[in-house]
């Protein structure tokens, strides 16, 4: 089997890193997947895919998904997210982006195509000694978190296990990793926009300026940070602060902060919103400005491997790739995830795909997939749905 599985690879290599560099040329931002989505499919309908597999109907738009049936018992998910980030490209690579204001900064062009390529290698397997897979390209990982609506539609319906992978800086280039439990936060996000009134700067008096009420705001979250920072780990962000123009001599009517914050207990969540508010009526209270409050946690649920799938992973890096190349994770990040809402229905496990300790950050303008580890996620995960 796992001569058969690296005979393939070889040959669905090079398709598999055409394929990321067309993704990543054509990057598509959160729910705006259409043409990423043709573009998968045409490239599986090039390699022989499609034939093979019974494509669903989409379940909320711009996702794909299609099962692979096989001999094997049990049903296994896997999958891979589909969208880009907002911003400008800086990589100077030939196959920078063409979309202006989207790139693929967060390796998505990368997990897509080893997806495919997982594909590619299962569907040339003779039907007797194949598992069934159902493979997932979700869209929208990115700020809307859909990975929840798609579970809510119904994507895990009839799954025994589910896998994900994400490259990763800062771990060894092709080196696996993973820890049972905990690996990312939960995550909130929140606006609050403080409502004065506009006057010239010369005369403050004539009117009610927001800006006091935003740093007196922008302090109590850093104060609150460092609160729930050292009792639970969680994370208070003041990352923006938007008022009035580049005018020296205007004061402005309204400033908005906005934020992040991270946690991994729902209770800490819900202490964090509650003196989020207070610290915003405070502030509204001594100011004299309107308080305007936007509070959203679609990422409501840190990620949770299985403690059993956590160990076939494990099991599996060791086994394909060596001993050397698994590390187990020592201690979870504050990034979210929505293949939390996966793992909160299905037993599974998502791994971390080294991309080096000098690459560039998740989310730089500078980031790029590195084609080199596109091997290795495809191995892995072939070898996660066969190793059953």
Not at 40 to 64: A, C, H, Y
Not at 115 to 139: E, N
Not at 199 to 217: E, K, M, R
Not at 320 to 333: A, D, I, N, P, S
Request: aromatic fraction near 6%.
């Amino acid at each position: 089997m796992n001569q058969q599985i690296s005979e393939l690879i070889k040959t669905v290599l090079p398709h598999a890193a055409a394929l990321r560099k067309e993704l990543h040329t054509y990057p598509e931002t959160a729910l705006q997947e259409s043409g990423t989505r043709e573009r998968l499919i045409r490239w599986f309908e090039k390699m022989g895919v499609m034939p093979n597999v019974s494509l669903q109907d989409p379940l909320i738009g711009t996702d794909l998904v299609f099962q692979l049936e096989g001999n094997r018992n049990g049903l296994i998910g896997l999958r891979a997210d589909m969208d880009a980030l907002p911003g400008e490209e800086l990589t100077g690579v030939p196959y920078a982006s063409k979309n202006p204001g989207a790139m693929h900064a967060c390796g998505h062009d990368g997990h897509m195509a080893i997806l495919a390529g997982t594909a590619a290698v299962l569907s040339r397997m003779h039907p007797d000694s194949r598992p069934s897979v159902r493979f997932i390209f979700q869209p929208g990982e990115e700020e809307v978190c859909a990975g929840a609506d798609l579970v809510e539609a119904g994507v895990c319906s009839g799954l025994q296990k589910v896998y994900a992978l994400h490259g990763f800086p800062g771990i060894p280039k092709q080196a696996v990793t993973a820890k049972p439990g905990i690996v990312t936060a939960a995550a909130g996000t929140f606006s609050v926009k403080f409502q004065g009134e506009s006057c010239h700067g010369a005369v403050p008096q004539a009117g009610n300026n927001p800006l006091p009420s935003a740093a007196a705001f922008i302090l109590k979250m850093s104060e609150l940070h460092r609160q729930v920072s050292q009792q639970h780990g969680a994370v208070v962000s003041c990352c923006s602060v938007q008022a009035g123009g580049r005018s020296t001599n205007v004061i402005p009517g309204t400033a908005e902060v906005r934020g992040t914050v991270r946690f991994l207990d729902s209770e800490v969540g819900a202490f964090i919103e509650a003196q989020l508010r207070r610290a915003a009526a405070e502030c509204e209270h001594s100011y004299g400005t309107a308080a305007e409050i936007d509070y959203q946690c679609r990422y409501r649920l840190p990620v949770v491997n299985d403690q059993q799938e956590f160990e076939r992973v494990q099991k599996t890096a060791s086994a394909v790739l060596g001993e050397e190349r698994f590390t187990r994770m020592e201690r979870h990040t504050m990034v979210a995830e929505d293949f939390a809402f996966y793992l909160d229905r299905v037993p599974g496990c998502m791994f971390m795909l080294g991309m080096g300790e000098t690459h560039a950050g998740l989310h730089s303008q500078y980031f790029d997939f590195d084609d080199d580890l596109i091997e290795t996620g495809i191995q892995m995960m072939a070898h996660l749905a066969t190793d059953q």
